[in-house]
């Protein structure tokens, strides 16, 4: 697909779409363009589904790697059957609880889908995003839309149009802007394919909310990697780096905050001795403890409430970039709730650079 030479940057209100604006991105969708769209977790870049060319653009766009599947984006529970031949009935009981919304689900016999949408597995992503722009687009398109983050693969996820346009633009024909996405990290991947459901991305929705409908849960041991080597990846962001900033990130990971900040402080010193500019990544809880230290200091909201950390937590990875930092000491924290999803991303970030406290 012939890349866009100018990417137009179209305002849209949440609160009441313009549903002009809304049709021609749809109608781009339609005719195999590419748009970037806001949802409640990320902004996404969509393609449409059913057509392979237009798909291999977003990866052509992203630079992402051909075996890494993309989830699909559809506009109700009663669109799904269109596209898997069998949706089993706990479908149903997910889908009342958690769509519209962060939740996307790994089902068998998407057979619709070209190898290129679901990276040569006979299991399809699916999921009904929960932002009115999104739904607005993909029912403008009439077509089941294809979208990873927008954004250049292994980079932090964009969380507002600005961050897309400095990824992608010129390569993409044009982005809605929603304003801020809301959450923070994207959504929550869960395998329901086999006989336990396993959580194979963690996300907006927690594993707790999840049992709490299914019973008990598995947790794919990969969520706790900072990297899965071989195979095909079974979702987005299992196998390759992903959610990066420029400068090498270290992830500090430890339950006594003290002990924490003592080794990251340790390691910043022996970093700005060898001449190296140093960010720490921390929390409102620790963050005094590194005052007049002379190290760019980026607080992500609150360690004791995650919700507010996932949704800082890409703009700050970028602000580092803008910071021109060398390395970036980052302050784990305790994987409950959001913060499984946190530290997942943090650990992917650090491409497995990791200290255990």
Known sequence: MEKARKTRHLVVDPRQPDVALIKEAGAILREGGLVAFPTETVYGLGANALDARAVTGIFEAKGR??????????DSLR???????????????????????????????????????????DTVAVRVPAHPVALELI?????????????????????TAAHVLEDLSGKIALVLDGGPS?????STVLDISGDCPVILRPGGTILRDLEEVLGPVEVDPAV????????????????????????TLILFDGHDQRRVVAAVLAEARRFAAGGHKVGIF????????????????????????????????????RRFDCLDVDVILAEGMTPDGLGMAVMNRLRRASGGHVVTI
């Open 79 to 121: 669109t799904l059957g269109r596209y898997v031949y069998k949706v089993p009935p706990v479908v149903s009981r997910l889908a009342s609880r958690f769509w519209p919304g962060p939740l996307t689900l790994v089902l068998r016999g998407g057979h619709v889908f070209h190898p290129v949408v679901t990276g040569g597995l």
């Open 224 to 247: 706790n990697a900072s990297a899965v080597d071989g195979g095909c990846p079974r979702s987005p962001g299992m196998k390759y780096a992903h959610y990066a900033p420029r400068a």
């Open 282 to 317: 921390t929390y409102s809880e620790t963050a005094s403890l590194y005052d007049g230290k002379g190290y760019s200091v980026i607080v992500a909201g609150q360690r004791s409430e995650p919700g507010t950390v996932a949704a800082l937590l890409y703009e700050s990875l």
């Open 139 to 159: 029912r403008a398109a009439g077509v089941p839309v294809a979208a990873p983050s927008a954004n250049v693969s292994g980079r932090p996820s964009p969380t």
């Open 65 to 74: 790697p051909a075996d890494n599947p993309l989830i699909v984006h559809i």
């Open 182 to 186: 809301g959450l923070g990290v994207e």
